[in-house]
């Protein structure tokens, strides 16, 4: 069934409110609401000392107005107790400072005490609502997490490398040890990589990246393997629950997110459109439709929003409010790209705490306002359509690889300032989606035959296996685009000892002869051979030019400046059945909008609806049945053409075709 609700945090309100607060509720149309997850402290004041019986009484309350619950477990925030039994427990940062108490996951994941804190309050949740009616699923801690550098994660990784390697002369041969003399004679020799893995600044150390790679993917193990206790718990405990997690969608790129869905039943996530330091009232749906696309690549399946945004963004400073409508079309857009659930967080502003100003569906007085009003209109809606949505799938013919390995590997070594992974692959996936094209998000490990097109985005980190993969794509007839910095580095970090784009070259039929690094604010326009075809504004050379020989390929767009002016910059490859596209340069999103409709061509992808800018076009099937959802992203009436008349299954009316006006931020959900 469709779940429908908000995060809720009883203990923050007298229980004399708890009534009032599950009537507005029901009311709304809400039959879910996510519980406990921070409420470690009156769950478990002291050591082994565990009281339910608020949590029992709230639970009731909700469950007698038809309203079911997600039990999250408290890890997220440890109680001072907690902390005060393991001052070691404390996470050290990147720069080797430990953190102190009064914020929140302070913890090192590694520890073996704050795993068994962990399991013992977990253990104590599930077995103590293993069988309760009203409860559906848990959630593990809240949106993990940060690495850690500490002396029991330095030990941690030097067991996790002879797991791996076996040997020291297979790290010091992995990792290149000879440079700087850095040849490990004893494990205990090896460190952590603190002070070097910095997004957007540099530490005070530089590691080997050999090191440093495998550092990242060991602390997303530790996450993983924190996270897996839990599950064990609650598997054996609550078999009939379901099990996941609030991931935090495309930017958080800590951990392998496809090995943390691993273990879960589905993909819950944290949609926030307008946070905290977010001054521009303009949203870009593009963005969140990426997000969505990579929280349903997780396990390729359908997912929850756990949290979705009910108000103003806040802690220290306070967000744009969302204009009217906004909350509503923010929530069904994620509808539209396989959302099953929408739970909002929060259900009502908090008065005290960090986050005073992050505002939810009630003031910080109680009152049901604008915004719990618009919620509440959606809540019948749903009540109406939501079966009718309730599992149906978004089917796509393109598909873009994502990549934590790599993206672990662009923070130790971001190649050009100005450079973002997540900001390129957004640049990509924008040309589909504005022609509203879906696109699926996959991993290494997922079947590319399934697709039509395929977007490997600079995939720097290239092992054989996924390079055999996608040749094989290319040659049974599947189109490929490949960006730069692809195939550059071997799964150690250690840089190929081949043309670029290394394992790729052939299939793409290019060598790279030479690369330039441009300096911020440096571009140059790139000239289309076949300029009629590729109509529109000039896109943009900067950031980054691959120098290219063409083997085998055909020239689409040139240099125009500078001492590579006339060399290739876009070409096309045939290769046995099929094409691969490399693009030799980071550029502006203007290429791939240049590019998008020859790349649909190329690959017979079918266009999704026309419709006016700002009007965004998502389907979704329930088997045979086409479920189309129109949103109006905009402030302003748009037009939008239907072929033949259908039903809008959230207010029941028919649409007649074929001029229909949608109002500014409406949502259609069209049935045949
Ligand atoms: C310095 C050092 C060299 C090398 C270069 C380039 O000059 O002496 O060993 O590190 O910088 O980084
Ligand atoms: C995240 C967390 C929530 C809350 C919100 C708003 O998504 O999961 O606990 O902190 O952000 O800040």
Same mark, same amino acid.
């Given at each position: ?7 809720y945090?009883p ?7 708890w009534?009032?607060?599950a ?9 879910t609401v996510r519980l406990a997850?921070?409420a ?12 339910f019986d608020w949590l029992d009484r709230v639970i009731a309350i909700l469950h007698a107005r038809g309203i079911q619950v997600v039990l ?53 949740m599930?077995?103590h609502y293993?069988?309760h009616p009203a409860v559906i ?306 991993? $290494? ?7 039509? &097109? #395929? +977007?490997? !985005?600079?995939?720097? @980190?290239? =092992? /054989? ?5 996608? $040749? ?7 189109? &490929? #685009? +490949?960006? !730069?910095?692809?195939? @550059?580095? =071997? /799964? ?181």
């Amino acid at each position: 069934m469709f779940r429908f609700g908000a995060d809720y945090y009883p203990e923050h309100w007298p229980e004399a409110r708890w009534e009032l607060d599950a009537q507005l509720m029901q009311e709304a149309g809400f039959n879910t609401v996510r519980l406990a997850e921070f409420a470690w402290s009156r769950l478990e004041p002291s050591p082994g000392r565990f009281d339910f019986d608020w949590l029992d009484r709230v639970i009731a309350i909700l469950h007698a107005r038809g309203i079911q619950v997600v039990l999250g477990t408290p890890t997220g925030s440890p109680p001072p107790w907690v902390m005060a039994m393991y001052p070691d427990a404390y996470r050290v940062i990147e720069t080797g400072q430990r953190v102190g108490y009064g914020n929140r996951r302070e913890y090192c994941p590694t520890h073996a005490g704050y795993r068994e804190r962990s399991r013992i309050v977990t253990q104590a949740m599930a077995a103590h609502y293993a069988e309760h009616p009203a409860v559906i699923g848990w959630q593990t801690d809240n949106e993990f997490g940060e690495r850690c550098f500490c002396d029991h994660c330095r030990a941690a990784f030097q067991s996790w490398l002879q797991h791996k390697y076996g040997a020291l002369d297979a790290v010091n041969a992995a990792w290149g040890t000879v440079f700087w003399s850095h040849e490990y004679s004893a494990w205990s020799q090896i460190p952590a990589a603190g002070g070097t893995i910095f997004p957007d600044a540099f530490g005070p150390e530089y590691h080997n990246p050999g090191l440093a790679l495998d550092y990242c993917r060991f602390m997303s193990d530790q996450y993983v393997a924190f996270q897996r206790e839990q599950v064990d718990i609650l598997r054996a405990a609550c078999p009939d629950h379901f099990i996941t997690h609030n991931f935090m969608g495309i930017h958080f790129d800590r951990i392998d997110y496809f090995d943390l869905a691993a273990d879960l039943d589905f993909v819950a996530w944290d949609n926030y459109r307008r946070m905290q330091w977010t001054f521009q009232p303009h949203v870009n749906p593009s963005e969140a439709a990426l997000a969505h696309g990579v929280m349903r690549g997780l396990k390729q399946k359908n997912f929850w929003i756990m949290e979705q945004q009910s108000g103003s963004g806040g802690w220290q400073i306070v967000s744009v409010a969302p204009r009217p409508g906004e909350l509503q079309l923010w929530a069904y857009q994620s509808i539209a790209h396989g959302a099953d659930a929408i739970i909002f967080f929060r259900w009502r502003t908090a008065r005290f705490g960090t986050e005073q100003y992050w505002h939810g569906l009630l003031e910080h007085d109680g009152r049901t306002g604008r915004r719990y009003q618009e919620i509440k209109q959606m809540g019948a809606e749903i009540a109406r359509a939501g079966a009718q949505i309730y599992g149906s799938e978004v089917r796509a013919e393109v598909a873009i690889l994502l990549d934590y390995t790599t993206r672990f590997a662009f923070q130790i070594q971001a190649n050009n300032p100005a450079f973002r992974y997540a900001a390129h692959v957004q640049q990509i996936f924008q040309a589909f989606h504005t022609r509203n094209v879906p696109v699926d998000i996959v991993s $290494t490990h997922d079947d590319f035959a399934r697709y039509k &097109l #395929l +977007v490997v !985005p600079a995939q720097y @980190v290239l =092992d /054989e296996a996924t390079a055999a993969a996608v $040749t094989r794509f290319v040659a049974q007839g599947g189109v &490929l #685009l +490949v960006t !730069p910095r692809t195939g @550059v580095k =071997d /799964e150690s970090n250690t840089v190929v000892n081949r043309p670029l784009p290394g394992l790729l070259a052939e299939v793409c039929g290019v060598e790279v002869e030479e690369y330039d690094s441009l300096p911020e604010g440096v571009s140059q326009p790139l000239a289309f051979a076949d300029a009629t075809r590729f109509a529109g504004e000039a896109p943009h050379a900067k950031v980054w030019c691959d120098v290219l020989r063409p083997l085998s390929a055909e020239v689409i767009a040139r240099y125009t400046s500078d001492y590579y002016a006339g060399r290739a910059a876009v070409t096309v490859n045939q290769f046995g059945k099929g094409q691969a596209v490399y693009v030799a340069t980071f550029g502006d999103a203007a290429i791939y909008d240049a590019l998008g409709d020859w790349l649909l061509e190329l690959a017979a992808v079918e266009r999704g609806s026309a419709a006016p800018a700002g009007v965004e076009c998502c389907v979704r099937w329930q088997g045979d049945q086409r479920l189309l959802f129109v949103l109006n992203h905009t402030a302003e009436e748009q037009g939008f053409s239907l072929s033949a008349p259908m039903m809008d299954i959230l207010s029941g009316q028919t649409i007649d075709a074929p001029g229909v006006v949608l109002k500014p931020r409406q949502v259609l959900i069209l049935s045949e």
